[in-house]
């Protein structure tokens, strides 16, 4: 008769650790490393995944399931898998393109492939139907990197100046406090002179009046 598991073993510990996160967590290998060998490791993830109680997304990445009573199952949101693999190689990223502008509401397209900005290596990452790529680049683009204002740059950048409308600015303003919209003077320097004026106006007083932008270069 096979001996049960130790409760000191690293299957044990694993599983008990996938047990208490809440539904939607995203876990690498690194996860867990503290609890034992890459080896022991993988062998436990490979088992929580037999059982049901992981899925294995792709190479190195797992998920505890979400679950929903119409939809069924649920893929991992963007966020929980970013936040592995940023844990996993202490990484920074910047969301851009129409993934920045739609976290913002400034945009109702939710896109199929996400863009982040890294410090890190580049590499690419197929979680369910969404394709997560985090492509480096220079300090400057990351200097901004998990501020408000890091958002908002990358945010404006993908729309274009024409694009920025004042109904697009007054939506910012009424869905960010004016505690947090003020902080966008501290990075206005990082912006291209073209949008400086438009994150004047998302951070102005109520009573200020708005500036003109710039035309883009």
């Known amino acids: ?26 876990f690498t290998p690194a996860s867990f490393a503290s609890l034992g060998s890459r080896a022991a490791i993988d062998k436990a993830l490979q088992r929580l995944v037999a059982s049901g109680h992981l899925r ?3 190479r190195g990445l797992y998920d505890k399931p979400r679950q929903d009573e119409m939809l069924g199952t649920l893929w991992p949101t963007v966020e929980a898998v970013v936040r592995a ?3 996993k190689d202490h990484i920074r990223t910047q969301p851009t393109g129409a993934y920045a502008a739609n976290l913002l509401g400034l945009s109702e397209q939710v896109p199929a492939k996400v863009v982040l900005l890294t410090d ?16 480096r680049t220079t300090p400057r683009d990351m200097a901004a ?17 024409k694009n920025i409308t004042a109904e697009r600015i007054q939506r910012l303003r009424q869905t ?24 004047r106006d998302v951070a102005r007083d109520d009573d200020a009046k708005p500036s003109k932008a710039a035309p883009p270069p």
Request: hydrophobic fraction near 45%.
């Open 176 to 199: 960010i406090p004016a505690s947090e919209r003020t902080k966008l003077l501290q990075d206005i320097a990082l912006a291209p002179a073209w949008m400086q004026p438009l994150l």
């Open 85 to 87: 693999l940023a844990g």
């Open 120 to 135: 890190g290596t580049s590499r690419s990452v197929q979680a369910g139907p969404i394709q997560i790529t985090l492509k």
């Open 56 to 58: 294995r997304l792709s």
């Open 145 to 161: 990197a998990g501020r408000l204002s890091g958002l908002v740059i990358q945010a404006f950048k993908s729309l274009g100046a």
């Open 1 to 26: 008769m096979p001996r049960a598991p130790s409760v000191h073993s690293t299957d044990t510990q694993l599983a008990r650790r996938v047990q208490r996160a809440p539904r939607g967590t995203v």
